[in-house]
């Protein structure tokens, strides 16, 4: 059963960037599949943040573009969010996921806070 | 983007109710994706390609629709449906979200 698992600091000042990993068992990230990273913030508002597919390309939402990053270590088998230049609108619930499989992570929780 | 609308925001239903959830969008799109999330937990994916059941999906679950409108029917409501639930697209980039609905128990 493929499982994943969000890490990562749970409070991270602004202006700063927010980093989280993804581990991911039960299945190779190479074999298939994109590999997103989806927040959810206060109020529920639920917003897709981007993908790295199972080939190592990218797709970010236009809204981010400037300041994210996703990345991957093939060999732990984990895909990694970088998001620069944080703000307190960036408080919210981050969760790593494969839409295409229906797979989620439980979700960190990450409060932007001086 | 495309923008989801979904409604009714809130509900209630009795066990053994019919609960229809619907989600307008904004633009075409070819399939959508229903999503229950319960307090504390992540979402759990009910129905993918506008009606089919993800596995371990009870058969109560059913999802329709086409073009811009879209629908999640729980035949028979139960104690544990009590969620909100989320429509979802990607037949344009980038996938968007419906703002939520939540379903209590009456």
């Known amino acids: 059963e493929i499982q994943l698992q969000e890490s990562g600091p749970g409070l991270v000042k602004p202006s700063q960037s927010l980093s989280l990993t993804c581990s991911v068992t039960?299945?190779?990230?190479?074999?298939?599949?994109?590999w997103s990273w989806i927040r959810k913030f206060p109020g529920n508002k639920m917003e897709w943040m981007g993908y790295i597919s199972y080939s190592g390309s990218t797709n970010y939402n236009p809204s981010l573009k400037s300041r994210i990053s996703i990345t991957r270590d093939t060999s732990k088998n984990q895909f990694f969010l970088q998001l620069n230049s944080v703000t307190t609108e960036d408080t919210a619930t981050y969760y790593c996921?494969?839409?295409?499989?229906?797979?989620w992570g439980q979700g960190v929780m990450v409060t932007v806070s001086s | 983007e495309i923008v989801l609308t979904q409604s009714p925001t809130t509900t209630a239903a009795s066990p053994g109710e019919k609960v229809t959830i619907t989600c307008l969008a904004s633009s075409s799109v070819s399939n959508m994706y229903w999503y229950q999330q319960k307090s504390g937990a992540s979402p759990k994916l009910l129905i993918y390609?506008?009606?089919s059941l993800a596995s371990g999906v009870p058969d109560r679950f059913s999802g329709s629709g086409s073009g811009t409108s879209y629908s999640l029917t729980i035949n028979t409501m139960e104690a544990e449906d009590a969620a909100t639930y989320y429509c979802?697209?990607?037949?344009?980039?980038?996938?968007?979200f419906g703002a939520g609905t939540k379903l209590e128990l009456k």
């Open positions: 979802q697209q990607w037949s344009s980039n980038p996938p968007t």
């Open positions: 996921a494969s839409l295409t499989s229906g797979y």
């Open positions: 390609s506008t009606s």
């Open positions: 039960g299945y190779t990230i190479t074999s298939g599949y994109d």
